[in-house]
Nanobody, 121 residues
Framework: QVQLVESGGGLVQAGGSLRLSCRASGRTFSSYVMGWFRQAPGKEREFVTA????????YYADSVKGRFTISRDNAKNTVYLQMDSLKPEDTAVYSCAAGYTYYLAGSYPYWGQGTQVTVSS
């Protein structure tokens, strides 16, 4: 069982930055892949980035490479998403998840509540 609590969403101007946090708790979470997904109105949910909790290996969607950085803090049981050089097309509800396969939303059984990120022009 894993519980996830997100924070850090908000409104930012294009070119600005935000950092999202996802605090994990439960009996077992260290074996999971921790991922971030996003969904904009009228769009499919898409993979953003993920990190393997145990070894720190990361994957990024092409759309965010060089702009977003995922990291983890074992002591705080928290995964972070640092978002820089934000664009209006980054506007979406961002959700943290714990699962098994980096790119596949369907492989993540545990999800946070989601946090809105809005990037203005």
């Amino acid at each position: 069982q894993v519980q996830l609590v997100e924070s850090g969403g908000g409104l930012v101007q294009a070119g600005g930055s935000l950092r999202l946090s996802c605090r994990a708790s439960g009996r077992t979470f260290s074996s999971y892949v921790m991922g971030w997904f996003r969904q904009a109105p009228g769009k499919e949910r898409e993979f953003v980035t993920a990190i393997n909790w145990s070894d720190g290996r990361t994957y990024y969607a092409d759309s965010v490479k060089g702009r977003f950085t995922i990291s983890r803090d074992n002591a705080k049981n928290t995964v972070y998403l640092q978002m820089d050089s934000l664009k209006p097309e980054d506007t979406a509800v961002y959700s943290c998840a714990a699962g098994y396969t980096y790119y596949l939303a369907g492989s993540y059984p545990y999800w946070g509540q989601g946090t809105q990120v809005t990037v203005s022009s």
